[in-house]
């Protein structure tokens, strides 16, 4: 990390302008990113330096929470170079329009506060219900199955004994969210606790599992083995249609492989492996329906998703369907420039 202390506006200005330094934030600036670096870790970076500086010049005033938190606690988050923090009194974010911070009114207890290097964020229960009530499920979900998988560490041929081991932990975050009250986002807060598990190995699955819950499509099996010869295929999520036979959902393979670093022939020899792996399992007569983030990115397209699925699934599993209100994804916001137009009562 590099500040403007020791040089000019001018040699400053300048080195942005041939790219020897990003600026990040007020008075911060760090060296460009390695080209092979992610998109994630390329935020998460400048995120660490942003709030690097807030905490140099305030000291311990405040504690980085919420989303923030979790992106420095390595948790499935959307990306974002705003910082939330937490503090004890008010005060109005800062008007800086570079520098975005929003600041949340709480006390928060010794225990609930943490070293991320080498600062201070929420503990990572904490940052799980902060998240989960105020995200939307699709990410809330993503959130609270990091959380469980960066604790638990689940093996794939173990998951009893993972979801065993995740049970203590998903009590203690539930104790910590009643301790707050009847408050905003609490309902669907508890519908995230009731469905997280630490067996998801993507956001995407998560994200895709939240979309499916919210109009009442029974709870999927996850991480689902099927044997193809002598290996076995773990499926992202399904449900058992028939004896021996499922209907499942497989994250998008060329997003997953992208984001383990895999370009050019690695990319092309995995997708290849994974069209094989795809023909054995409807050899066997499985239904598959895959996912790709497309699916999750509008109402309509996540309606399609749902209609997909639903038309593969026998009647007997959705006689009992209800819609999940703690699910319950809010519309999309309107393009620039339109605006809601309300009827008038007569």
């Keep these: 990390m590099f500040r403007n202390s020791t040089a000019g506006p001018l040699l400053l200005r300048r080195a942005q302008e041939v790219g020897t330094l990003i600026r990040v934030g007020r008075d911060t600036y760090i060296e460009p990113h390695d080209a092979e670096l992610p998109q994630w870790d390329r935020v998460r970076a400048e995120v660490l330096a942003r709030c690097a500086t807030l905490q140099r010049r ?7 929470s919420h989303m923030t938190a979790a992106l420095i606690h390595g948790l499935w988050v ?12 008010s005060r109005t974010s800062t008007p800086w329009s570079f520098d975005p911070v929003v600041r949340h009114r709480r006390e928060l207890r010794p225990e609930e506060v943490t070293m991320v290097g080498g600062i201070r964020v929420t503990s990572l229960a904490r940052t799980v219900v902060d998240c989960i009530t105020a995200l939307p499920p699709v990410w809330g979900l993503a959130v609270a199955d990091s959380a469980l998988r960066a604790i638990v560490r689940p093996e794939r041929s173990k998951p009893e004994e993972a979801l065993e081991r995740a049970a203590p932990i998903l009590k203690e975050w539930r104790a910590l969210l009643e301790a707050r009250g009847p408050k905003r986002g609490l309902i669907r807060a508890r519908a995230i606790l009731d469905a997280a598990s630490p067996l998801p190995e993507s956001p995407g699955e998560s994200r895709s599992r939240a979309v499916l819950l919210a109009p009442g499509l029974p709870m999927p099996l996850l991480q689902i ?16 249609i028939a004896p021996g036979r499922y209907l499942l959902g497989e994250f998008d393979g060329a997003v997953k492989y992208r984001l383990d670093g895999l370009t050019g022939i690695a990319l092309s020899n995995k997708l290849s492996e994974e069209k094989q792996r795809e023909d054995g399992l409807r050899r066997l007569r499985h239904r598959i329906e895959r996912v790709v983030n497309a699916d999750l990115s509008t109402a309509d397209r996540r309606a399609q998703m749902v209609d997909r699925m639903v038309a593969k699934l026998p009647a007997q ?10 699910f319950a994804i809010a519309p999309d916001p309107l393009p620039p420039g339109r605006k809601l137009v309300r009827r008038r009562r007569r």
């Design 317 to 326: 599993l959705l006689v009992n369907c209800v819609p999940r209100p703690g």
């Design 58 to 64: 305030s000291g311990d005033s405040f504690v980085v």
């Design 78 to 89: 959307p990306t974002s170079t705003t910082v939330h923090v937490t503090q004890p009194h």
């Design 225 to 240: 083995p099927v044997k193809l010869g002598d290996t076995t295929a773990w499926c992202d999520f399904g449900w058992l």
